[in-house]
């Protein structure tokens, strides 16, 4: 069956990076894009941008661009997502989301709570 | 950017009643809509795809419908393990973006 499983809760200072893994299973990972997708507090859902496993290729929310970058280890079946230059509004949980072909998600990892305070 | 506007924010609802939420989309997003239903603590999951199509294992009190820019989610039947906050999601273009997301709570 197809598993997304994540890196554990980071706690991280303003101006620090951090940076999240997404493992895949069940599934080829090159065959389908993984999404990332922010939820601040008590907020709603925002996508961050997708990387295609296949090619390396990449597509950041411009709110993102300059701050995001995703990577992949098709080796291990795992996807990154690191952020740089934390704010302390980037506190959210993170989650990573496998495409269906099309780009809605039936598959989703557990999420990754990253916490920025000083 | 294509906006995403879902209505009511909060909807009260009594278990058994009827619930419908609404979706807008700031220019048409064809039928490349998605439903989610999120519970505290919990990852998204997916119930509708493609504006009306269930996705596998949701019940059929589940239901998806419109186009363009118009869409809805019915409830036929709430039951209790349906009070949740439901987003919808466009996936015509880049960016893709999310409604704000309604609430459904018990009345």
């Known amino acids: 069956q197809v598993q997304l499983v994540q890196s554990g809760a980071e706690v991280k200072k303003p101006g620090a990076s951090v940076k999240v893994s997404c493992k895949a299973s069940g599934y080829t990972f090159t065959g389908y894009y993984i999404h990332w997708v922010r939820q601040a507090p008590g907020q709603g859902l925002e996508w961050v941008g997708w990387i295609n496993p296949s090619s390396g290729g990449t597509y950041y929310e411009q709110n993102f661009q300059g701050r995001v970058t995703m990577t992949w280890d098709t080796s291990i079946s795992t996807a990154y997502m690191e952020l740089s230059s934390l704010r302390s509004d980037d506190t959210a949980v993170f989650y990573c989301?496998?495409?269906?072909?099309?780009?809605?998600?039936?598959?989703w990892g557990q999420g990754t709570l990253v916490t920025v305070s000083s | 950017e294509i906006v995403m506007t879902q209505s009511p924010a909060t909807l009260s609802v009594s278990p058994g009643e009827r619930a419908t939420l609404s979706c807008r989309a700031s220019q048409s997003v064809s039928s490349n809509l998605a439903w989610y239903q999120q519970k505290p603590g919990q990852a998204p999951r997916l119930l509708i795809y493609?504006?009306?199509t269930r996705a596998t294992g949701i019940p059929a009190r589940f239901s998806g419908s419109g186009s363009g820019t118009e869409f809805t989610l019915t409830i036929s039947s709430l039951q209790s393990v349906d009070f949740a906050v439901y987003y919808c999601?466009?996936?015509?273009?880049?960016?893709?973006?999310f409604g704000g997301g309604t609430k459904v709570e018990i009345k």
């Open positions: 493609g504006a009306s």
């Open positions: 999601q466009h996936y015509t273009n880049w960016p893709l973006t």
């Open positions: 989301a496998r495409d269906h072909g099309a780009s809605y998600y039936f598959f």
